[in-house]
């Protein structure tokens, strides 16, 4: 059975609930966890409370610090293979697309060790005055409720797990309730590296149960919540009475812009990558295809032709390209998305059913999909399906491109191609989002910041901002030689 982490102790969950995590791919029992409740959650940031006000962690050195979580990335490279096929079973991903994650994962705790053993750690202030000394050092925020997806479990937890414990923080992390495993084995390592007791905790179970409580309690300082527009509003709302500090990173409908003059055959191959990597479950996929108009027909043509030939097949299928949906439910919910864009006059180019295949019968599987002929308004095309569904607008020049793109109420990510540098930067600069590709699609680095404009949230992850989410500024002001104002005298 896999437990539940409190100060230290793997610890059953308190009503004895359990739940069955089954693999995506064909419905195969994973393991049996324990299912946190109300209780779990409070006994849980009671023991991050009592190892923050008490514990050693807020006050150990930064360099100690970072050098923890340098052993921690060492840590996940020994072990890399046993957490990449952990992940590929909870979420059916190909599982050579697990290995990269992990790999990022470490590369992750690496950055954040580095940038907090070697950062600044305050700053003097020039007041003017030679008998006073101001100075402006940066404390951690406290306990911290730290939420997280099933898209991608471990690499979303990472980025929050490493810079809280970088900041001095304790925490209480939620997983998603579909895969929890690697963040079990996340709490294992983090113990292994020497944190101590209480300051990582881990309660698994279901958003309403385990979730909730953590982001309503008084004694949590901070909750950092990625996942979905409506679930983050709700957190939101849950935090302001106790005014808990709040990151939000949700949802996003991000534009792929190809103009005419694209480099053709990478432009293809991009926008494939960029909507039906991990079936389209991804935060920041492609999903909107704005294309220019003398473009239009020759490019969709490819794109389906390529799209129609992706092998689709579980975490282990060394011939598959693309795995399955996280359960039954979301796929219904990306089926209802298709229905409506038909409804509503998109044309189908390929796809929008389920696979024939026998061998996939057991796995909740969706072909890649590619909508032509959308418009704004659409469903389809203005929701976040989250999956592996294309739809392709068309754009005349450079305004209309810019204002499609930017015809969302999110902003996390969008992509521009064109082989005019000085039109990718103008575009660049006036899509509304957190990250914009220029001739690329998908990659980041821990070193630069990630996340959302508009109600794709707000916060940053990675970079430097990414450790000051995770910190307060305080103004220490010593006055040196104290003598009676004689304000009131
Ligand atoms: P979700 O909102 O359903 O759940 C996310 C987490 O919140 C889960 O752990 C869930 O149990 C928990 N939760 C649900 N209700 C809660 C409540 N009332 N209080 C506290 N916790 C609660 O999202 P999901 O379906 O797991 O993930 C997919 C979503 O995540 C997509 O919208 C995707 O775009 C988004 N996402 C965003 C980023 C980003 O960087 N911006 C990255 C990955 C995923």
Redesign the pocket.
Known sequence: MVELFIGGEWTAAADGGVREIRCPADGTLVATVDEAGPKDASAAVAAARDAFDRGPWPGTPAAERGALLLRVSALLERDKDALARAESLDTGKRLVESVYDMEDIARCFRYFGSLVATGGHGRVVDTGDPGVDSRVVHEPVGVCAL??????PLL?TAWKVAPALGAGNTFVL?????TPHTAVMLMRLLAEAGLPAGAANLVLG???T???P??EDPRVDMVS????????R??MA?AAPTVKKVAL????KNPNIVFADAAFDAAVDYALTAVFLHAG?V??AGARLLVQEELHDAFVTELVRQAGAIPLGGPFDDDARAGPLISAAHREKVEAYVAAGLAEGAVLRCGGERPDDPALRDGFYYLPTVLDECTPGMSVVTD?S?GPVLTVERFRDEDEAVALANDTVYG?AGAVWTSDAARGHRVASRVRAGTVWINDFHPYVPQAE???MKQ??FGR?LGPTGLAEYQEAKHIWRNLSPSPQRWFA
Not at 147 to 152: Q, R, S
Not at 225 to 232: C, D, E, K, R, W
Not at 249 to 252: I, M, R, S, T
């Open positions: 939420i997280t997806p099933w898209n991608y979303q939620k997983p998603s309730e579909l279901a958003g309403a385990a979730g909730a953590l982001t919540f990625t996942g979905g527009l409506v679930t983050g709700r957190i849950a990173e949700l949802g996003g479950q935060c920041s976040e989250f996390l990630w996340g959302g794709s949230g992850e």
